[in-house]
C-alpha cells in the first residue's frame, strides 16, 4: 500500500532562506519578528543575519559547518539561525531549556561543531565545551562593520539546514540531518495547501530543541508575515493566551498536550482567541480528541485543527488531516491524513513488502522529505534509512518504526509504535535513555522505565529503581534527576523494587511492571 503525494515542482534551488529574502525586496519594512515588545522589519532582519553570515565566512565556516544555537527565543536566535543558512551552514538547536548535563550529553554527539551562539543567559550552560562559544551582544560591534549584504554563497537543496537530536533505540541521543529541498517543500507545501500569506502571523509555543519547532520558526518567514516569540524559556500558557489575545496571530504550530492546555485555558475563562485562529497544526504524540471536541464544536469556533504526522528524520510532517472530517463512530484513532506534496507513505510488512487497504503495517516515508541521515551514524538506527523501488526505480526510504493502516478513503492512521520507544507530551523518548540516567545516579543499582496511560488517556512515564542499599525517596531521585535529563523525560511516579522482572525472553517483563505499579504504589506522593 502506497499513498502518493501531489507532485509539484520546486525550484532549482530549493533553499529556504531564498523565499525569505524576496520577502526582504519586497516588502522590506513589514515586521518579520516581534518579541518583548520589540519589532524587527524584514530589512532591519535581512541586514543582521547577513553580517552574521559574513561573519562565519571569515572564520571559515562555511558550506558543510555545523553551528550550534543555544539562545532563548529571541531576535538574536532569528539572527543566527537566518545568519547560518546564508552562510552555506547548518544551525542545530541546543534547547537552553535542557539542564547543563544533559546539554553536554548532547554536545558529545556533535565534537565538530565550528562555534556555539549563546548569550550571558545561556553561556554556562555550554561554556564547558571544547569548542568556540560567542555571544552576538559582545560581537556587535564588530559585526556592525561588516557588510549587510547577502554573502555570495551557493547553497543546493542537498546541503544541510539544520539537525536535531533525536532518542535512538540503543538510548544514546542521535542527530538528524534535514536538507534544505525537503525543508523548502514542507514548508512550500503548508503554505500552497493551506493558503498562508503575509498576514498569517505565527506564535512559536514549543521548546527550541522540538523538530517541530523549526518549522513553525521559519513558516511565518517563509510567507512574509510575522513571527512573535514569547519572552520565557519555557511554555507559559497564560503568556501565550494573552499574546494570542493581544496580537493578531492567525497560526500556532504545537503538540497535542499544549493543545490541551491551551484549549483548557480558554474554557475556564470563556475566551475565543484561540477559537478565532486560521490554523492550530498540531501532532506529535497520540491524540486524545475528547479533550478538545466540545472547544471545538462550540458555536463562533472557527479555527481549522489540523492533525499531522511525521517524523525528525523526515523534516517533520509528512501528512495532514482536517479534524473537522473526524467522526468518531467511523474512526476509532483520528487520522492523520494524506502525504504531503512530493511525499510517499508506505505500509510495510516485515519483508518490506506493501500490506493491502486496512491491513497493518509499519510506516515509511519516501520522497523529498525524507533526511540526510544521522550525522556520524553508524548503528542500527542508519539502518531504517534504505532504499525502495517503485515503477522499477529505486527510492531512498525511512522505516519509521510506527504501525498503521490506510482507510477506505484513503487517509493513514497511526495506531502505536513498533519498538520501545513512546511519545509522551509530543516529544518522543526512548525509555532506555531515561533508564540509563537512572542506572548513573548514586544508590541506584538498575532501573527500568515504562509508559503507562491514566484515566484520561494521557502518556504517563513510571520509574522502577532497584536501589543498592536502603529505599530510595522519590523526590530525591527525581530531583538528582532533573539535573541530567529534561523535565519531559523524567518519569511521573518512582518506585522501590528488590528486582527488575524478566520474561521468558530475558527482556524486562513491561507488562508485570505495569502491573506492579498497579498493586503496590500507594498514591501518597512516597515510593513504595
Known sequence: ?????????????????????????????????????????????????NRFAHFLATRGHGRGAKVGVCLDYSVDMVVAILGTLKAGAAYVPLDPSYPAARLQLLLGQMPDLALIVASPATVGLVESTAGEVIDLERLSDHLAGLPVTSPDVPVTGDDVCYAVFTSGSTGTPKVTAVRHEGWFNLLNWLMLEYRLHRGSNNLVVSAFGFDLSQRSLMMPLFCGATQYLMASRNFDAAMAYRMLTEHEIR?????????????????????????????????GERLHV?????????????CTLLHQYGVAECTDVASSYDLAEYRPGEHDIAPVGRPAYN???????????????????????????????????????????????????ARRLYRTGDRGYVTPDGELVVVGRMDAQVKVRGMRIDPTDIERALGRLAGVREAAVVVRYTDSGEAELIAFVVPEGDDLPENDVRTRLLATLPRNMVPARFTNIPRIPLSPHGKVDRAALIEAFRNEYTGSGTMA
Not at 533553499?15 to 519578528?33: I, L, R
Not at 487497504?357 to 519516501?366: D, P, T, V
Not at 533526511?371 to 534509512?385: I, K, N, V
Open 290 to 302: 475528547e479533550r478538545i471536541v466540545d472547544w471545538a464544536r462550540r458555536a463562533g469556533n472557527t
Open 1 to 49: 500500500m502506497i499513498l502518493q503525494g501531489k507532485r509539484l515542482a520546486l525550484p532549482s534551488a530549493p533553499v529556504v532562506h531564498k523565499q525569505f529574502e524576496a520577502h526582504v525586496a519586497a516588502t522590506p519594512d513589514a515586521v518579520a519578528v516581534f518579541c518583548a515588545g520589540r519589532r524587527v522589519t524584514y530589512g532591519e532582519l535581512n541586514a543582521k543575519a
Open 343 to 393: 511525499t510517499d507513505l508506505h505500509l510495510l510488512d516485515e519483508r518490506m513488502r506493501g500490506v493491502g487497504a486496512g491491513e497493518y503495517g509499519e510506516i515509511c516515508i519516501s520522497g523529498t522529505s525524507v533526511g540526510a541521515g544521522y550525522l556520524g551514524g553508524t548503528g542500527p538506527e542508519s539502518e531504517r534509512f534504505t532504499t525502495v523501488v517503485v515503477d522499477g526505480v
Open 251 to 283: 497560526t500556532v504550530h504545537c503538540a497535542s498536550s499544549t493543545l490541551y492546555l491551551l484549549v483548557d485555558w480558554e474554557t475556564a475563562r470563556g475566551g475565543e482567541a484561540l477559537a478565532g485562529l486560521d490554523y492550530v497544526l498540531f501532532g
